[in-house]
């Protein structure tokens, strides 16, 4: 296995990411990936990105626009359909690289960005296979549910004060991600949860120097007009892989499991990891091995042999 550094334009910005490559001259197929909120390419992806290698495709992990190691202003600002825009890019790069077979293109996501390619699925045709853990559905009922009615009205008080702030000065605001939801004078975070922060500590520690915990207060309004669920209508014939952890309650597993219910493709299927929590998929090395492993499987089984008519007649010979 390789690794390149490469760069591409996205929305006017210089985007950078990791081009892993397997032994061989190719064009080899493709899974395309990025991080969730606050994520940097760092952080954990490429361990999934080893398994695909492992398995014979290129993996590219890029970072968003405004986050990491790519450019843009303000830094930590996190809007979901310029993340889109910037996977669309680079799929569009990737279609341009003579080691790379632009017709085998798959989309793996994680939290905030599984939301994602389900989404890029429903609207793209060049992804061919897409593969979604633990996502990010209905920002805005993700918020209230994890915030809880009284601490959901705090957050929507101070997402408008910014919105009015922002109007007078042009001035972003910022929001910890996490911070010490158990403390009795926890200020207003994003994802009220101590383990959000212990893990991510952790990481940027020994992994992601670049992680900032932070993000602007539009990043939180933005999430909370983001829903994917409608967007999965649309995948018709797009074979869709959902794994999802046992009583995930920081992006909610009943809402997971009825959005993938709702994906009408007969080719798709949904993985749970059991006694698995949203974090200890970071910090659980044998559950992110067994959730690659599922995602990994999936994209070989669905982007190494495109079916064709050809197929399908042999297929029912």
């Not at 007078?168 to 975070?189: D, F, K, Q, R, V």
């Not at 602007?216 to 649309?234: G, I, K, W």
């Not at 492993?293 to 495109?306: N, T």
């Given at each position: 296995?390789?690794?390149?550094?490469?760069?591409?334009?996205?929305?006017?910005?210089?985007?950078?990411?990791?081009?892993?490559?397997?032994?061989g001259e190719g064009p080899?197929?493709?899974?395309?990936?990025?991080?969730?909120?606050?994520?940097?390419?760092?952080?954990?992806?490429?361990?999934?990105?080893?398994?695909?290698?492992?398995?014979?495709?290129?993996?590219?992990?890029?970072?968003?626009?405004?986050?990491?190691?790519?450019?843009?202003?303000?830094?930590?600002?996190?809007?979901?359909?310029?993340?889109?825009?910037?996977?669309?890019?680079?799929?569009?790069?990737?279609?341009?690289?003579?080691?790379?077979?632009?017709?085998?293109?798959?989309?793996?996501?994680?939290?905030?960005?599984?939301?994602?390619?389900?989404?890029?699925?429903?609207?793209?045709?060049?992804?061919?296979?897409?593969?979604?853990?633990?996502?990010?559905?209905?920002?805005?009922?993700?918020?209230?549910?994890?915030?809880?009615?009284?601490?959901?009205?705090?957050?929507?008080?101070?997402?408008?004060?910014?919105?009015?702030?922002?109007?007078?000065?042009?001035?972003?605001?910022?929001?910890?991600?996490?911070?010490?939801?158990?403390?009795?004078?926890?200020?207003?975070?994003?994802?009220?949860?101590?383990?959000?922060?212990?893990?991510?500590?952790?990481?940027?520690?020994?992994?992601?120097?670049?992680?900032?915990?932070?993000?602007?207060?539009?990043?939180?309004?933005?999430?909370?007009?983001?829903?994917?669920?409608?967007?999965?209508?649309?995948?018709?014939?797009?074979?869709?892989?959902?794994?999802?952890?046992?009583?995930?309650?920081?992006?909610?597993?009943?809402?997971?499991?009825?959005?993938?219910?709702?994906?009408?493709?007969?080719?798709?299927?949904?993985?749970?990891?059991?006694?698995?929590?949203?974090?200890?998929?970071?910090?659980?090395?044998?559950?992110?091995?067994?959730?690659?492993?599922?995602?990994?499987?999936?994209?070989?089984?669905?982007?190494?042999?495109l079916p064709t008519v050809?197929?399908?007649?042999?297929?029912?010979?």
């Amino acid at each position: 296995m390789t690794m390149q550094e490469v760069s591409f334009s996205s929305g006017g910005e210089t985007i950078r990411g990791d081009l892993y490559l397997p032994e061989g001259e190719g064009p080899f197929p493709v899974v395309v990936m990025a991080g969730g909120w606050c994520y940097v390419k760092e952080l954990r992806q490429p361990q999934y990105a080893q398994e695909f290698v492992a398995r014979g495709f290129a993996a590219l992990i890029f970072d968003y626009r405004r986050l990491g190691a790519s450019d843009g202003e303000p830094r930590q600002h996190l809007d979901p359909w310029d993340q889109i825009e910037d996977y669309k890019n680079a799929i569009t790069y990737l279609e341009r690289r003579g080691d790379i077979d632009g017709d085998r293109i798959g989309a793996w996501g994680i939290s905030y960005s599984g939301g994602h390619v389900l989404i890029l699925g429903a609207v793209d045709q060049r992804v061919k296979a897409v593969a979604s853990t633990v996502p990010v559905i209905d920002g805005y009922h993700n918020m209230w549910r994890v915030h809880g009615s009284e601490r959901f009205r705090k957050l929507r008080e101070a997402v408008l004060d910014d919105r009015r702030k922002r109007f007078e000065t042009g001035e972003h605001s910022y929001i910890p991600m996490s911070g010490t939801p158990s403390s009795p004078h926890a200020e207003l975070t994003t994802w009220p949860f101590d383990e959000v922060r212990a893990v991510f500590d952790e990481l940027k520690a020994t992994q992601a120097p670049r992680h900032e915990h932070r993000t602007t207060m539009e990043s939180v309004e933005l999430l909370m007009q983001y829903n994917a669920a409608p967007y999965v209508h649309r995948l018709v014939n797009k074979p869709v892989m959902m794994v999802v952890a046992e009583g995930d309650d920081i992006t909610l597993w009943d809402r997971e499991t009825e959005t993938f219910d709702a994906i009408p493709s007969r080719d798709k299927e949904l993985v749970v990891l059991p006694n698995v929590t949203h974090m200890t998929l970071y910090s659980n090395l044998t559950a992110l091995d067994l959730a690659a492993k599922a995602a990994g499987s999936w994209f070989s089984k669905h982007l190494f042999e495109l079916p064709t008519v050809a197929s399908r007649i042999q297929e029912y010979s």
